[in-house]
């Protein structure tokens, strides 16, 4: 850990050198302080006066804020599920349950509205990265008029940090050609350790540390991201008092768990084994009468009915029933594991004696449950992302290995509805509360007493920027870095600390994602029936007048079970046009629910439209797929340039993806091999019959791509301009290389695309350089929509 402590004990100390105290002010930085010294022809004629540093308002807490990743209502034991969360328990007995706290059924937007206190439509994020367009409620370009409360507390004394996910930065700016001013270090956060994207593997994660790509310890066969993040947060939090005893810090902990893949240690694994053989209706009873004796939901709440499409528990024979338990005990495991590292480092803060003046806010879910596994779960995800069906006879021998490292695992869409348990619908869905209402508790032992209290105020996800900036006793700026700023639209929480039963200060509130539309007032709800459900990747969608409405009295029907809309269409007429005020006022408009469309990259800046030739150096790694050359549905040459020492050499020239989807070229013992890996179902070798002598060659694989949509075709090997091997391929990955793997040359980072070799496999003779050289292949029609829809569904998954 010597090496964590050196870099942040950096990083803070030229943060306390270059800030300067001034008092609270409406504009940040606040303008430089007059000399107040004096100053004459000599330093003994002359009275010193040194800018003092910023203090943050006395008595300021320290900020821990956690925000885990597709977690339903029902899923943590903290409100009623069977997932033992034994810190957020802890968190809630010495503070708060809110029990009607709501995100935005999606990722990205809900920690767009999280970090900066707007709408996620007005923070310029109304839909995931990938599927950016050309509206400004849509571009997924953060505007500088909605600042993050990372920025307002860094000018303000706080010394910051954010660790795990970033789901945040524009999908042709996540590269390392940049910008960076969308990265967490360009948005007020001082130091970030975590990765970039919808998801990682927990085994092998992307990992950045700023800006900086690094690599886990490829020999640790005990490494874990989820640990090693909270080791990096206690030593940060650490270094952090022992370099800046006075000064507050600010903590954001975003772990990529219960995210696919669900991943865990064996350990945590077996400790829910049997726990869900009951099924997923069942557990659905379990937790919806756990969540009334808890007091969670009141006495007279309803359990709503299985959404249409979601398979009874009893209709599975005995094998899908044993996987699917298995998967859900996976999931579980992760979880809890997760929450488990959280305590760690509450126990850190603790032991320094700053538990008591630190504010805890622990969102459990970005979302709701996420129901994209399908009707059975998914071993790899990159199969269905592809439209490769799995071999359910493959699953169930390889069951044991689920949450382990040679998986990409996600459980079905059943678990995902008892998660979300009691409400319907799940991740996706913003109209109903199975995809928005998401379980929260707060902390803060020197200012709440109602320990063990249950909130049921109405509150949203831009409500935490507000309620941080009043425990902190910091204003909201009218201007942050010369640019003016947009007002907060959330409202602070902090009023409800001591009032049980103080009247909800967000009294409305709309929800919007792929046109399913809500709109809160006052207790009553109006909202799109979801005409495509979440679980099914391919669908053509509706016309968007076309969308039937409910109405729901949420004053008396906590769930949302009972449809009021035939008997009272003049409360839903009043909320339909409500609907559309708040869609003009914050940038919902224009309402779009295409999918295939959106995921076009020429919807987007990018790095790579209009090339057809690249050039790598060795060295050149983690370049992701939306900066790479695209080889998909198409034919292309690969040209490595090397020069070969006496004893020969093998090793990495290039390489895109990993172990559950992409291709390899590489030298092995000598000889010159290409490795397509079919998402896992399938792997092709092409190779060369002979192994290369020392001196300098040209090696170069040939593939002719046999046309349409995710088809074979035939690879040649030549080195010196001579055929040395040739094979087929007959299938390929249409729509999707690598989920959060990247193209590599020279060596091979995060996991092997081959069990040839172990990474990095760097190549031990002399690289020059490699070109790729791309041949697109013209589709149909029907294939070029059946591509966008693929592309559209594997983006929606992160």
């Known amino acids: 850990m010597n090496g964590i402590v050196t870099r942040i004990a950096l990083s803070l100390m030229l943060s306390m050198i270059f800030t300067r105290q001034l008092s609270a002010q409406d504009v940040l930085p606040r303008p430089e302080p007059p000399f107040g010294g004096k100053i004459g022809r000599t330093v003994k004629e002359s009275v010193k006066d040194f800018p003092k ?313 970005d979302n709701g449950a996420s129901a994209e596994g399908g009707m059975n779960g998914l071993l790899n995800e990159m199969t269905v992302f592809n439209a490769i069906p799995e071999d359910f006879k493959e699953v169930l021998r ?127 709800v109006a909202c799109t029936t979801p005409p495509i459900a979440p679980w099914v990747s391919i669908a053509k969608p509706i016309d968007i007048n076309d969308y039937k409405w409910e109405l729901y009295n949420c004053n008396d029907d906590f769930s949302e079970a009972d449809n009021l809309a035939d008997t009272q269409p003049a409360k839903l007429k009043e909320l339909q046009d409500l609907f559309w005020t708040e869609a003009a006022k914050y940038n919902v408009l224009p309402i779009d629910n295409s999918r295939v469309e959106r995921f076009d990259v020429t919807n987007r800046p990018s790095l790579t439209r209009g090339r057809d030739e690249f050039t790598y150096y060795p060295g050149l790694v983690r370049i992701p797929e939306g900066a790479a050359p695209d080889t ?35 030298l092995l013992k000598g000889k010159p091999v290409f490795h397509y890996n079919l998402a896992s179902v399938a792997h092709y070798n092409i190779t060369g019959k002979d192994t290369l002598p020392p001196g300098t060659h040209t090696i170069v694989f040939d593939f002719k791509y046999d046309g349409g949509l995710g088809k074979g075709g035939a690879g040649t090997m030549l080195v010196d301009g001579k055929p040395v091997g040739a094979g087929r391929i007959e299938r390929t990955l249409p729509f999707r290389l690598s989920l959060d793997e990247t193209l590599d040359c020279g060596e091979d980072t995060g996991t092997p695309v081959s069990d040839d070799y172990h990474v990095p496999f760097k190549f031990t003779g002399d690289l020059k350089q490699v070109t790729i050289d791309l041949t697109p292949e013209p589709l149909s029609a029907d294939d070029e929509e059946t591509l966008k829809a693929g592309e559209a569904a594997a983006g929606l998954s992160e």
């Open 632 to 666: 998909k549905n198409k034919s292309f040459r690969i040209k490595a340039e090397v020069a070969i020492p006496k004893g020969g050499a093998e090793g990495m020239l290039l390489t895109h993806g990993g172990r559950f989807s992409g291709w390899g070229f590489y």
């Open 53 to 365: 540093p910023v203090e943050a308002p006395k008595g300021a807490p320290n900020i821990l804020l956690i925000l885990t990743d597709d977690v339903g209502f029902g899923a943590s034991s903290t409100f009623g599920g069977p997932i033992p969360t034994m810190t957020m328990d802890r968190l809630a007995n010495a503070g708060l349950r809110y029990t009607q706290f709501h995100t935005t059924a999606l990722c990205s937007p809900t920690r767009a509205a999280l970090l900066t206190g707007r709408n996620h439509h007005s923070a310029a994020t109304g839909i995931i990265m990938e599927l950016a367009t050309g509206f400004p409620g849509y571009n997924s370009l953060q505007p500088k008029s909605a600042g993050t409360f990372a920025e307002i507390l860094k000018q303000n004394g706080y010394n910051t940090s954010w660790y795990g996910k970033n789901h945040n930065v524009p999908d042709w700016q996540n590269s390392q050609a940049g910008p960076f001013d969308l990265w967490p270090t360009g948005l007020g956060f001082e130091y970030f350790y975590g990765f970039i994207g919808g998801d990682t593997s927990q085994w092998n994660p992307a990992l950045f540390e700023g800006t900086k790509p690094i690599e886990p310890p490829h020999d640790d066969k005990n490494y874990f991201f989820d640990k090693d993040m909270a080791d990096h947060t206690i030593a940060w939090i650490r270094m952090q008092h022992a370099v800046a005893p006075g000064k507050p810090f600010l903590a954001y902990y975003a772990p990529g768990t219960a995210h696919a893949p669900h991943h865990a240690p064996k350990e945590w694994i077996a400790k829910f084994k049997g726990k869900f053989d009951q099924g997923w209706d069942k557990q659905r009873e379990e937790t919806f009468a756990r969540q009334k004796q808890m007091g969670i939901i009141p006495p007279n709440a309803k359990l709503t009915a299985r959404s249409e499409g979601i398979p009874p528990w009893d209709s599975l024979d005995a094998d899908h029933k044993k996987v699917a338990a298995h998967m859900m005990e996976v999931y579980a495991a992760a979880l809890a594991h997760a929450d488990y590292q959280m305590g760690r480092i509450l126990d850190a803060i603790e032991a320094q004696g700053e538990l008591d003046n630190t504010l805890v806010i622990y969102i459990q879910g």
């Open 398 to 524: 390889r069951m044991n290995e689920l949450g382990g490292p040679n998986t990409f695992n996600h459980y079905p869409v059943g678990w995902a509805h008892a998660m979300d348990t009691p409400f319907q619908w799940a991740k996706q869905i913003a109209s109903h509360w199975g995809g928005t209402r998401n379980g929260m508790v707060i902390s803060w032992p020197a200012r709440i007493k109602d320990k063990g209290g249950i909130r049921p105020q109405f509150h949203h996800v831009i409500d935490i920027m507000p309620t941080i900036l009043e425990a902190a006793g910091v204003p909201a700026p009218t201007s942050i870095n010369g640019v003016a700023q947009k007002p907060i639209e959330g409202v602070s929480m902090v009023y409800s600390f001591d009032d049980a039963k103080a009247p909800s200060k967000h009294t409305t509130q709309y929800f919007e994602m792929f046109a399913n539309r809500g709109i809160y007032h006052d207790g009553w």
